[in-house]
């Protein structure tokens, strides 16, 4: 059974930082390209980061471009969310999420991932 538990959310003040993490059961894990959702309360699911299969290509929204950092360990099938600078509007449930694909760069359609994590809060004070 496929697991993408994810870890790191909590309470911090605007400016703060917070790490995610997502660790995966998936195998092959290098096989997947991981990218990371947020749902903040009435709005819907948004792409956050995305990162590639291989690791050398990431994607970022807009609105985390500059602040947020996503890295992948294939030895501990985990991927990293760092996120900086961080403002109210970055709270919500983050989601991990798993995409089988080959191409260079991660999608940002939630259609196109296959696995999901159950999601961490991350609440950000001003």
């Known amino acids: 059974q496929v697991q993408l538990v994810e870890a790191g959310g909590g309470l911090v003040q605007a400016g703060g930082s917070l790490r995610l993490s997502c660790a995966a059961s998936i195998r092959p894990f290098n096989f997947y390209a991981m990218g990371w959702f947020r749902q903040a309360p009435g709005k819907e699911r948004e792409f956050v980061a995305g990162?590639?299969?291989?690791?050398?290509?990431?994607r970022y929204a807009d609105s985390v471009e500059g602040r947020f950092s996503l890295s992948r360990d294939d030895a501990k099938n985990t991927v990293y969310l760092q996120m900086n600078s961080l403002k109210p509007e970055d709270t919500g449930v983050y989601y991990c999420?798993?995409?089988?694909?080959?191409?260079?760069?991660?999608?940002?359609?939630?259609?196109?991932?296959?696995?999901w994590g159950q999601g961490t809060q991350v609440t950000v004070s001003s």
């Open positions: 999420a798993a995409e089988r694909s080959s191409y260079y760069m991660p999608t940002t359609q939630m259609r196109e991932y296959h696995y």
């Open positions: 990162i590639s299969w291989s690791g050398k290509m990431t």
